[in-house]
């Protein structure tokens, strides 16, 4: 896949925009994908000399924001917000955004402001696997011949989950790959068995975290143990990591990952199972061979903590070549979110499971004291916990009179074709919130007391789609 003709004549306009403002404002997401697209476009704007702000947000705060600066680039957001309604005259706007757009190619025509919204569904390219809100900017980066910006772009593909349909990136993800690669910033492995903490993790504690069919290794590291130890590729005094493995034991566990997950899936998902075990593993040459950031899964994984404890900016600093200060601080905040989950999940899914309540299309749980910044983490991670084959929502407050609502999934309902991302858009807006996202991961901001309206329109809404 090419960016097609319209697309790029886009980046060439957004260059042109650009270079004609002096006065600059970047608002980007607060998780990893929004993280990397703040990076790039500021490390971008460095390069070219031109001063800017930039500040990271939830979707929550960008409908009728006031804009108050020359040119306004809006990363990982703004397509699906109400971003111009306090637009003023002679006012620009640039959106770099993937997710479902509320305003058509057309809209720019007759405004008194400049506005381009860069989004690949206006091209009929799948903003869900095909390119994420990084990758975009840094298609914009490139236009400026900065191709060693292109390891980030990666970074955010990882962190935005955009592999997981096929265990390997796709569409215009592919050429942000290829120019890592060439660049020398990236290794690749073809079809890893797809398990959080390759060099960290001991194998019998990340397998266990396996988490999108409930098999009889999740949660129970007793069990991992001792599949191990019967395969013979790890030993009671002698634990390995998933990257110490031989190719020959990778197959063994691979064979016997296939066989569990045989057994609890109906017969339409098995030709499914390869993608939910194998995985391209993505390496950054670059970072020390000891380091977490060298392993792409775990360094998106650290921009995230960054964004859910409000610390996106020294996130950026590691991205933008800090390895002294701003890594500090990044372990010592990755250490306390770490913590944060721990306690959340056990406040959750401990005990008799009664805090996890199933209806006959769904199941949710009230995230009392969660903090709204984590909660879509915990909802994913509830799954090993729950019935797979229903999405489950988490609630959470957000202020007086506000709800957070994450959702998450198994991947093989989005095999099923079900976009939740749009059906939580449709069901937020019909009780006075606003709410989006990808197929398996998503999430709406509603008004308290619309709780129960909520829920009850969201199970029916699924009559018929969930099967199992």
């Known amino acids: 896949m090419q960016i097609p003709q319209l697309m790029h004549e886009q980046y060439l306009e957004a260059k ?18 929004g993280i990397c697209s703040g990076a790039i476009l500021s490390t971008t704007l460095d390069r070219q000399n031109k001063k800017h702000d930039i500040e990271f947000v939830n979707l929550d705060v960008l409908d009728n924001i006031e804009l108050d600066h020359e040119l306004t680039i809006f990363s990982d957001l703004g397509s699906g917000q109400n971003i111009t309604g306090k637009a003023k005259p002679g006012q620009k706007i640039i959106v770099l955004d993937h997710h479902p757009p509320l305003r058509d190619l057309d809209y720019k025509n007759d405004k008194d402001f400049t506005y381009l919204e860069i989004n690949p569904m206006h091209h009929g390219i799948d903003g869900s696997y095909y390119v994420c809100g990084g990758g975009l900017c840094y298609f914009l980066a490139k236009e400026y011949g900065y191709t060693d910006l292109s390891w980030i772009g990666v ?5 935005d989950m955009q592999n997981t349909r096929t265990g390997h990136f796709e569409g215009l993800n592919e050429i942000i790959q290829q120019d890592a690669i060439d660049g020398g910033y990236l290794e690749l492995t073809k079809s890893d068995i797809n398990i959080y903490g390759r060099n960290t993790r001991p194998l019998f504690v990340a397998l266990s975290y396996f988490s999108d069919v409930r098999l009889p290794i999740t949660n129970n590291t007793t069990e991992t143990m001792a599949i191990l130890e019967e395969l013979g590729i790890d030993e009671k005094h002698n634990r390995k990591t998933l990257n110490q493995l031989t190719m020959e034991d990778k197959g063994k566990l691979y064979q016997r990952l296939v066989e569990m997950i045989s057994k609890v899936v109906p017969g339409r998902y098995v030709k499914y199972i390869p993608q939910l075990i194998l995985c391209d593993s993505y390496t950054f040459l670059k970072e020390d061979r000891n380091s977490f950031l060298r392993d792409a899964s775990e360094f998106s994984t650290a921009m995230n903590a960054c964004g859910r404890n409000h610390e996106e900016k020294i996130a950026m600093e590691v991205l933008k070549g800090d390895r002294i200060v701003a890594l500090d601080e990044l372990e010592s905040v990755s250490l306390d979110h770490r913590r944060n989950l721990a306690q959340s999940i056990a406040r959750v899914a401990e005990g008799d499971g009664t805090n996890i309540i ?13 903090k709204p910044e984590i909660v879509g983490t915990i909802t994913g991670m509830i799954l090993g916990y729950c019935n797979w084959k229903k999405p489950i929502l988490g609630f959470t407050q957000t202020d007086s009179d506000g709800l957070k609502v994450s959702l ?29 996202g990808h197929a398996m991961a998503c999430g709406a901001y509603i008004p308290i007391d619309k709780k129960s309206d909520f829920i009850e329109l969201f199970n029916r809404e699924l009559d018929g789609k969930i099967t199992n």
Do not use: P, T
Request: include cysteine.
């Open 155 to 159: 970074l955010s593909a990882i962190g």
């Open 16 to 33: 042109d925009i650009i270079a004609d403002s002096v006065d600059i404002k970047i608002y980007s997401h607060i998780d990893c994908d």
């Open 408 to 436: 998450r999934c198994s991947r093989l309902l989005s095999y099923d074709g079900i976009h939740f991302g749009n059906i939580i858009r449709k069901i937020a807006g019909e009780v006075g919130g606003s709410g989006g």
């Open 358 to 370: 199933e209806l006959e299309n769904l199941q949710y749980f009230d995230g009392d004291g969660i």
